[in-house]
């Protein structure tokens, strides 16, 4: 099965190797068929620590790294975030 790969706004960066970003998806209303905004905020794995706050990051699914990591950010080959 593959990995889900989602893009989001990074948050906040205080934790060591640790981002906080907001994924922001817009789903139908089941009963009024208006769409919604639906923010969703996920712990992501950072290890080289280049990710800034209001950055846009793409993460994707990884094993478990800590409690409540459960995604990495992504690098292109040269080692910037993509």
Do not use: F
């Amino acid at each position: 099965m593959p990995k889900r790969v989602l893009t989001g706004v990074v948050k906040g960066n205080k934790s060591d190797k640790t981002v906080t970003v907001t994924v922001v998806r817009h789903v139908v209303h089941p009963k009024y068929r208006k769409y919604i905004s639906v923010r969703d905020t996920y712990h992501a794995h950072d290890p080289r620590n280049l990710c800034q706050a209001g950055q846009t990051v793409t993460i994707q699914e990884c094993p478990p790294v800590s409690k409540m990591k459960r995604w990495e950010v992504l690098y292109d080959t040269t080692g910037d975030v993509v």
